[in-house]
């Protein structure tokens, strides 16, 4: 096996975990994420960040991340406007720290 292997293999495995739940008790439901996201995701969250686009970019990351129960994605890109215009500021705040939280804690579980 050559080091490309191994680095698709972790990958593999880290996207074949389970799903962490976040209960958001205001819109009564459960958010699920997965462990890791393809980089190309993050970039892109990122970019907006540099852009001084944050509030864009927690929307963005909101609908990149947040899964149903099945790991199907709850929200689409026609969601955007609604979300950042109809959606409360600090729920939102709150959801998109928990999704980004769950996969540093799992990064920070599995380097110990």
């Known amino acids: 096996m050559n080091v490309m292997d191994n680095i698709k293999g972790h990958y ?5 975990g389970g799903l962490n ?3 958001v008790t205001e819109w009564k439901t459960d958010i699920y994420c997965k462990k890791a996201y ?3 995701v993050e970039a892109a ?3 907006l960040q540099q852009e001084g686009k ?3 970019a927690l929307v963005e990351s909101l609908i990149q ?3 149903d129960v099945d790991g199907n994605k709850m929200f689409t890109k026609f969601d955007k406007n609604a979300l950042m215009n109809e959606a409360d500021p600090n729920v939102l705040i709150r959801v998109c ?3 980004n939280r769950a ?3 799992y990064e920070a579980i599995e380097k110990n």
């Open 38 to 40: 393809p980089f190309s």
């Open 21 to 23: 739940k976040i209960s």
């Open 45 to 47: 969250i990122i970019k």
């Open 65 to 67: 991340k947040a899964l």
């Open 12 to 16: 593999a495995d880290q996207l074949s």
């Open 54 to 56: 944050t509030v864009e």
């Open 103 to 105: 996969v540093s804690e």
């Open 97 to 99: 720290g928990e999704l």
